[in-house]
T-cell receptor, first 111, second 115 residues
Framework: GIQVEQSPPDLILQEGANSTLRCNFS?????LQWFHQNPWGQLINLFY???GTKQNGRLSATTVATERYSLLYISSSQTTDSGVYFC?????????????FGKGTHLIIQP | ETGVTQTPRHLVMGMTNKKSLKCEQH?????MYWYKQSAKKPLELMFV???????ENNSVPSRFSPECPNSSHLFLHLHTLQPEDSALYLC??????????????FGDGTRLSIL
């Protein structure tokens, strides 16, 4: 099945800093999503982005499908941005119907 | 995500108990999913239902028994669980078009602890 790898695994930044999180995937995808999991376990949908670029406030994401990677940008980080960021993808080649998740990037924003 | 509701939010049960997790989606979707998130591990797909029919069982032990009576409701029946089954169980739904390219929406999860 499809492999999804995220980097870095951990990231500690000061409030106000910018960050880039990366997601590499091994096969063509027809679904790619970025999620933020808060300390209570809730998965918050950030972006549905199988290709192209999207922006939502301080967050933006870009997926280059031909090169099999996606990037999540967080600008002017706030302490509330802390948590785990997951990338998840679905194989376009007829693999599992569900999403395959990466191991996540654990982001800590210090005041 | 208020469109997908899971109950209960927390559940503590003994290994010999029988309990059920419930998921309801209010988004008019036709596909529903169960995922498991164990400590220090990524989310893992368990089951997929399309139009109430199970289309995927990701090698899940038989002590987990899913049920999908209609496109809006999904259950996970639990019996004789093991301590390693303690995890966060997440339900999701999506509108499947046959091309698999629609986003999935997740509930808040049920945190299960097995004593």
């Amino acid at each position: 099945g499809i492999q999804v790898e995220q980097s870095p695994p951990d990231l500690i930044l000061q409030e106000g800093a910018n960050s880039t999180l990366r997601c590499n995937f091994s096969d063509s995808v027809n679904n790619l999503q970025w999620f933020h999991q808060n300390p209570w376990g809730q998965l918050i949908n950030l972006f549905y982005i199988p290709s192209g670029t999207k922006q939502n406030g301080r967050l933006s994401a870009t997926t280059v499908a031909t090169e099999r990677y996606s990037l999540l940008y967080i600008s002017s980080s706030q302490t509330t941005d802390s948590g785990v960021y997951f990338c998840a993808a679905r194989d376009a080649g007829g693999g599992a119907d569900g999403l395959t998740f990466g191991k996540g990037t654990h982001l800590i924003i210090q005041p | 995500e208020t469109g997908v509701t899971q109950t209960p939010r927390h559940l503590v049960m003994g290994m010999t108990n029988k309990k059920s997790l419930k998921c309801e989606q209010h988004l008019g979707h036709n596909a529903m999913y169960w995922y498991k998130q164990s400590a220090k591990k990524p989310l893992e797909l368990m089951f997929v239902y399309n139009f109430k029919e199970q289309t995927e069982n990701n090698s899940v032990p038989s002590r987990f028994s899913p049920e999908c009576p209609n496109s809006s409701h999904l259950f996970l029946h639990l019996h004789t669980l093991q301590p390693e089954d303690s995890a966060l169980y997440l339900c999701a739904s999506s509108q499947e078009t046959g091309e698999g390219n629609q986003p999935q929406h997740f509930g808040d999860g049920t945190r299960l602890s097995i004593l």
